[in-house]
DNA sequence: TTGACGGTTGAACAGTTGTTCAATACAACG
DNA sequence: CGTTGTATTGAACAACTGTTCAACCGTCAA
């Protein structure tokens, strides 16, 4: 039962990096094993994926459920630990592309978890708010790369990081007010 | 000529759609022609991609440069007419999900033209400030379906743009402040 | 008319893909 | 010991893929 484990592993990865179409084949062999065994597992390619879906879900439960509390802070925490995972991130940004009922099940987690954070603010629309201020967030993993790469900076460096979180809270403070009609 | 422009839309609608590992021949059959006739015309499936994300680039930078002054409304008007368009959507959300040359071509654009929106404000950062401001309005793009569900408001309609809008304001007046420490 | 040439096609090819199948190794159990 | 079952494999298959090639069609110049 160990190989399903490297499987799934295996398969994180190389979807991450090399897409959905990656063929069956290149995850066996990163895991050590035959094609074969992979349908026999997870019964088609399809079950494989739906497998690694559950797997990354919950992964990033398990790390939602430490911000659960906590004031904004939350938001930023909720962001940075996913880069530590090198293939995680990038796994999520393939699915929140797709657009299927994994993404969905995704946010769910991420808006409730957020929605929870923002409870004690007395907003109009807190569910609605959380679903834009996730939506900030997620899109900064998913556009990290393009975006470090217009503005000059690495995102993923302690400089840039300070820098982009100063932005973010000068943005949050109301800098952008005056642009309000 | 006439053909290759029917390629071109038809390309777009399927990798949109259904992601680049779309089979030529699918894109033959709705551009009503042959698939050989793709390779003549673009040397190859990915000089076909070339030349797609050519035409979504032009798409954009149209649509950007009507923004390139104003006020807060660029943002939220830089959004919106992406909508309407079906595909481009959609095809920005996979492109952007790669992280190749053409999203870094894309993000360039963005982030130079918000820039300018923004530069009356004084900012420290006005270049960062606007890479965050768009990965806000680009995220919001990628992630409007399964934020929508999660929030229970189908964000295309009248309704779920006022109340997103709503939010949104309330976000960038400062709403979120007192969460910062 | 003849010739040339770009647009267009059906047929075919070689490579790749997910999946099946029969067979092997191997551990657990009687 | 034998046997039962699970994990695992190489070989093979049928389907699909991007691409090539020779041929056809139309137009337009000479």
Chains 1, 2 share one sequence.
């Not at 906590?70 to 996913?82: D, H, K, S």
């Not at 993404?103 to 957020?114: A, C, D, N, W």
Request: no cysteine.
């Amino acid at each position: 039962m160990r190989s399903a484990e490297a499987i799934v592993t295996a398969a994180m990865g190389r979807f991450a990096r090399d897409g959905f179409a990656t063929p069956l084949r290149a995850i066996a062999e990163d895991a050590g094993v035959s094609a074969p065994l992979i349908v026999h597992h997870f019964g088609s390619k399809q079950g494989l994926r739906d497998a690694v879906d559950d797997h990354v879900l919950a992964l990033v439960d398990e790390k939602l459920r430490r911000f659960e509390t906590g004031g904004f802070a939350a938001a930023a925490a909720l962001v940075l630990p996913l880069y530590e995972q090198g293939d995680l991130p990038r796994y999520l940004r393939r699915t929140l592309a797709e657009g299927g009922p994994a993404s969905r099940r995704l946010l769910e987690s991420f808006v409730t978890t957020t929605e929870k954070a923002l409870a004690h603010l007395g907003l109009a629309e807190p569910r609605m708010t959380a679903g834009l201020l996730v939506s900030h967030s997620l899109g900064a993993i998913l556009l990290a790369d393009p975006i470090g790469d217009a503005v000059g900076v690495d995102l993923f460096s302690a400089d840039g990081i300070a820098r982009w979180a100063a932005s973010a809270i000068g943005i949050y403070r109301g800098d952008l007010a005056p642009l309000l009609s």
